[in-house]
Protein backbone atom coordinates (compact mmCIF):
# COMPACT_ATOMS: atom_id res chain seq x y z
CA UNK A 1 0.00 0.00 0.00
CA UNK A 2 1.38 3.09 -0.77
CA UNK A 3 1.34 6.10 1.31
CA UNK A 4 -0.95 8.55 1.74
CA UNK A 5 -1.22 11.54 -1.25
CA UNK A 6 -0.89 15.05 -0.39
CA UNK A 7 -4.81 15.58 -0.39
CA UNK A 8 -5.28 13.27 3.00
CA UNK A 9 -2.11 14.67 4.64
CA UNK A 10 -3.07 18.39 4.10
CA UNK A 11 -6.45 17.73 6.42
CA UNK A 12 -4.71 16.02 9.13
CA UNK A 13 -2.88 19.90 9.80
CA UNK A 14 -0.02 18.66 10.63
CA UNK A 15 2.97 21.66 11.40
CA UNK A 16 3.90 21.16 7.79
CA UNK A 17 1.35 22.76 6.53
CA UNK A 18 0.39 25.71 8.57
CA UNK A 19 1.39 28.80 7.77
CA UNK A 20 3.00 31.42 10.55
CA UNK A 21 0.10 33.14 11.48
CA UNK A 22 1.08 34.67 14.46
CA UNK A 23 3.82 36.66 12.81
CA UNK A 24 0.95 38.73 11.14
CA UNK A 25 0.20 42.45 11.95
CA UNK A 26 -3.69 42.33 11.46
CA UNK A 27 -6.21 42.04 9.23
CA UNK A 28 -6.60 45.15 6.83
CA UNK A 29 -10.18 46.39 6.89
CA UNK A 30 -11.61 49.84 7.26
CA UNK A 31 -13.39 50.60 10.59
CA UNK A 32 -17.00 50.55 10.82
CA UNK A 33 -19.17 52.82 9.10
CA UNK A 34 -20.01 56.24 11.74
CA UNK A 35 -22.67 58.68 11.16
CA UNK A 36 -20.52 61.81 11.12
CA UNK A 37 -18.86 59.54 8.10
CA UNK A 38 -21.80 59.10 6.31
CA UNK A 39 -22.72 63.13 7.08
CA UNK A 40 -18.83 64.25 6.01
CA UNK A 41 -15.88 63.50 6.78
CA UNK A 42 -12.78 62.25 9.42
CA UNK A 43 -9.54 63.30 9.32
CA UNK A 44 -6.48 60.47 10.04
CA UNK A 45 -3.04 60.28 9.94
CA UNK A 46 -1.28 57.32 8.39
CA UNK A 47 0.92 56.50 11.92
CA UNK A 48 3.57 53.79 10.20
CA UNK A 49 3.79 51.56 7.16
CA UNK A 50 4.84 48.09 7.76
CA UNK A 51 5.47 44.71 6.21
CA UNK A 52 2.95 41.96 6.71
CA UNK A 53 4.66 38.27 6.23
CA UNK A 54 2.32 36.37 3.99
CA UNK A 55 0.99 39.67 2.16
CA UNK A 56 2.54 40.86 -1.28
CA UNK A 57 1.68 44.54 -0.19
CA UNK A 58 2.67 47.00 3.02
CA UNK A 59 0.49 47.85 5.31
CA UNK A 60 -0.84 51.48 6.92
CA UNK A 61 -1.17 52.01 9.94
CA UNK A 62 -4.16 54.42 10.04
CA UNK A 63 -5.31 56.96 12.86
CA UNK A 64 -8.29 59.28 12.75
CA UNK A 65 -9.03 62.19 14.84
CA UNK A 66 -11.55 60.25 17.24
CA UNK A 67 -8.71 57.58 18.15
CA UNK A 68 -9.61 55.08 16.31
CA UNK A 69 -6.70 53.10 14.89
CA UNK A 70 -7.02 50.25 12.03
CA UNK A 71 -4.92 48.77 9.64
CA UNK A 72 -5.42 48.71 5.79
CA UNK A 73 -3.01 48.42 2.73
CA UNK A 74 -1.02 50.76 1.27
CA UNK A 75 -1.51 52.64 -2.19
CA UNK A 76 1.08 53.82 -4.47
CA UNK A 77 2.32 57.46 -2.95
CA UNK A 78 1.19 57.06 0.37
CA UNK A 79 3.62 57.99 3.33
CA UNK A 80 4.53 58.44 7.03
CA UNK A 81 3.04 61.09 8.49
CA UNK A 82 0.09 61.98 5.69
CA UNK A 83 -3.25 63.13 5.87
CA UNK A 84 -6.00 61.50 4.67
CA UNK A 85 -10.00 61.59 4.70
CA UNK A 86 -12.81 59.17 5.18
CA UNK A 87 -16.25 59.83 4.55
CA UNK A 88 -18.83 61.07 1.75
CA UNK A 89 -17.53 64.37 1.70
CA UNK A 90 -13.70 63.95 1.75
CA UNK A 91 -11.69 65.36 -1.49
CA UNK A 92 -11.07 63.11 -4.16
CA UNK A 93 -6.94 62.64 -3.27
CA UNK A 94 -4.67 59.72 -3.00
CA UNK A 95 -5.10 57.43 0.08
CA UNK A 96 -9.30 59.00 1.14
CA UNK A 97 -11.54 56.44 1.80
CA UNK A 98 -14.39 57.26 0.20
CA UNK A 99 -18.09 55.55 -0.61
CA UNK A 100 -17.81 55.15 -4.26
CA UNK A 101 -21.50 56.42 -4.76
CA UNK A 102 -19.37 59.74 -4.63
CA UNK A 103 -16.15 59.15 -6.36
CA UNK A 104 -16.30 60.80 -9.86
CA UNK A 105 -16.52 58.49 -13.02
CA UNK A 106 -13.13 57.63 -14.25
CA UNK A 107 -11.06 57.42 -11.24
CA UNK A 108 -8.89 54.99 -10.18
CA UNK A 109 -10.12 52.87 -7.15
CA UNK A 110 -8.80 49.83 -4.88
CA UNK A 111 -10.03 47.71 -1.81
CA UNK A 112 -13.14 47.90 -2.56
CA UNK A 113 -16.44 46.62 -0.46
CA UNK A 114 -18.71 44.52 -1.84
CA UNK A 115 -21.43 45.30 0.54
CA UNK A 116 -21.39 48.31 2.99
CA UNK A 117 -19.14 47.59 6.21
CA UNK A 118 -17.55 44.41 4.83
CA UNK A 119 -14.19 46.43 4.99
CA UNK A 120 -13.01 45.62 1.36
CA UNK A 121 -12.95 42.82 -0.56
CA UNK A 122 -12.40 43.59 -4.53
CA UNK A 123 -8.98 44.83 -6.22
CA UNK A 124 -6.43 44.31 -2.77
CA UNK A 125 -3.55 42.46 -4.97
CA UNK A 126 -0.42 44.25 -5.33
CA UNK A 127 -1.10 46.77 -8.36
CA UNK A 128 -4.27 46.06 -8.39
CA UNK A 129 -6.79 48.73 -9.47
CA UNK A 130 -10.53 49.24 -10.66
CA UNK A 131 -12.21 51.92 -12.67
CA UNK A 132 -15.46 53.68 -11.90
CA UNK A 133 -17.29 53.45 -14.93
CA UNK A 134 -20.58 55.10 -13.91
CA UNK A 135 -23.44 55.80 -11.58
CA UNK A 136 -27.21 54.16 -12.27
CA UNK A 137 -30.06 53.94 -9.81
CA UNK A 138 -29.07 50.26 -9.10
CA UNK A 139 -25.72 51.49 -7.80
CA UNK A 140 -22.28 52.41 -9.18
CA UNK A 141 -20.56 50.43 -12.10
CA UNK A 142 -16.98 49.09 -11.63
CA UNK A 143 -14.49 47.97 -13.80
CA UNK A 144 -12.51 45.21 -12.16
CA UNK A 145 -8.80 44.27 -12.51
CA UNK A 146 -10.12 41.09 -14.33
CA UNK A 147 -11.92 43.63 -17.05
CA UNK A 148 -15.33 42.37 -15.89
CA UNK A 149 -18.14 45.06 -15.15
CA UNK A 150 -19.34 44.75 -11.73
CA UNK A 151 -22.45 46.69 -9.70
CA UNK A 152 -21.82 48.01 -5.98
CA UNK A 153 -24.04 49.65 -3.53
CA UNK A 154 -23.16 53.57 -3.58
CA UNK A 155 -22.74 53.40 0.23
CA UNK A 156 -19.30 50.71 -0.31
CA UNK A 157 -16.58 52.73 0.34
CA UNK A 158 -12.98 52.78 -1.66
CA UNK A 159 -9.52 53.78 -1.25
CA UNK A 160 -8.52 56.21 -3.76
CA UNK A 161 -5.33 55.03 -5.78
CA UNK A 162 -3.50 52.14 -6.93
CA UNK A 163 -2.61 48.99 -4.20
CA UNK A 164 1.62 49.42 -4.09
CA UNK A 165 4.02 47.32 -4.97
CA UNK A 166 2.92 46.60 -8.27
CA UNK A 167 6.79 45.49 -9.22
CA UNK A 168 6.72 42.96 -7.14
CA UNK A 169 6.24 40.08 -9.68
CA UNK A 170 8.65 41.25 -11.70
CA UNK A 171 11.29 40.49 -9.32
CA UNK A 172 12.90 37.01 -9.72
CA UNK A 173 13.27 34.51 -6.81
CA UNK A 174 17.17 33.76 -8.02
CA UNK A 175 17.26 30.60 -5.66
CA UNK A 176 15.07 28.18 -4.15
CA UNK A 177 15.61 29.30 -0.17
CA UNK A 178 13.82 32.52 -1.26
CA UNK A 179 10.45 30.78 -2.62
CA UNK A 180 10.67 28.44 0.39
CA UNK A 181 10.33 31.37 2.70
CA UNK A 182 7.58 32.93 0.92
CA UNK A 183 5.64 29.74 0.74
CA UNK A 184 6.63 28.90 4.05
CA UNK A 185 4.93 32.54 5.33
CA UNK A 186 1.48 32.03 3.32
CA UNK A 187 1.49 28.27 4.52
CA UNK A 188 1.72 26.72 0.97
CA UNK A 189 3.46 23.19 0.64
CA UNK A 190 6.98 23.13 -1.22
CA UNK A 191 7.69 22.25 -3.75
CA UNK A 192 5.09 20.56 -5.46
CA UNK A 193 5.38 17.73 -7.20
CA UNK A 194 3.50 16.81 -9.90
CA UNK A 195 1.36 13.68 -9.63
CA UNK A 196 2.31 12.90 -13.17
CA UNK A 197 5.53 12.38 -12.10
CA UNK A 198 4.94 9.69 -9.22
CA UNK A 199 4.47 6.14 -8.96
CA UNK A 200 1.04 4.65 -9.61
CA UNK A 201 1.17 3.27 -5.82
CA UNK A 202 0.87 6.98 -4.54
CA UNK A 203 -0.94 9.18 -6.64
CA UNK A 204 -4.01 8.31 -9.04
CA UNK A 205 -2.09 9.92 -11.98
CA UNK A 206 1.14 8.05 -11.48
CA UNK A 207 3.29 6.10 -13.45
CA UNK A 208 4.94 6.82 -16.89
CA UNK A 209 2.56 4.09 -18.83
CA UNK A 210 0.05 6.21 -20.24
CA UNK A 211 -2.62 3.26 -19.63
CA UNK A 212 -2.40 3.14 -16.25
CA UNK A 213 -3.37 6.80 -15.51
CA UNK A 214 -6.76 7.40 -14.34
CA UNK A 215 -9.25 9.75 -15.36
CA UNK A 216 -8.91 13.14 -14.75
CA UNK A 217 -12.61 14.23 -13.79
CA UNK A 218 -13.86 13.20 -10.22
CA UNK A 219 -17.13 13.38 -8.69
CA UNK A 220 -17.73 15.99 -6.21
CA UNK A 221 -18.53 13.77 -3.45
CA UNK A 222 -15.11 11.99 -4.17
CA UNK A 223 -13.11 10.87 -1.34
CA UNK A 224 -10.00 12.75 0.02
CA UNK A 225 -7.23 10.17 -2.24
CA UNK A 226 -9.58 10.50 -4.85
CA UNK A 227 -10.76 13.83 -5.41
CA UNK A 228 -7.73 15.09 -7.38
CA UNK A 229 -7.20 16.80 -10.74
CA UNK A 230 -10.75 18.48 -12.13
CA UNK A 231 -13.05 18.45 -9.50
CA UNK A 232 -17.05 18.08 -10.45
CA UNK A 233 -15.98 18.95 -14.07
CA UNK A 234 -18.91 19.56 -16.69
CA UNK A 235 -16.28 18.78 -19.65
CA UNK A 236 -12.73 17.95 -20.25
CA UNK A 237 -9.56 18.26 -22.41
CA UNK A 238 -9.56 20.88 -25.50
CA UNK A 239 -12.93 22.32 -26.34
CA UNK A 240 -13.96 21.45 -30.08
CA UNK A 241 -15.28 23.75 -32.31
CA UNK A 242 -18.63 23.50 -33.48
CA UNK A 243 -19.50 23.04 -36.92
CA UNK A 244 -22.57 25.39 -38.01
Not at 31 to 51: D, G, N, Q, T, Y
Not at 119 to 124: D, E, I, V, W
Not at 125 to 133: D, F, K, L, P
Amino acid sequence: MGKRIRVQRRGRGAPTWRASTHKRVAPAEYPPISKREIEEFIKAKVVKLVHDPGRGTPLAQIKTETGESFYTVAVEGLYEGQEIALGSKAPVNIGNIIPVGNIPEGTIICNIELSPGDGGKLARSSGAYATIVGHTAEGTIIKLPSGKTQYVSDLCRATIGVISAAGRVDKPFLKAGAKYHWMKAKGHKYPRTRGRAMIAAVHPYGSSKRSARKVTTVARGAPPGQKVGLIAARSAGRKKKRRK
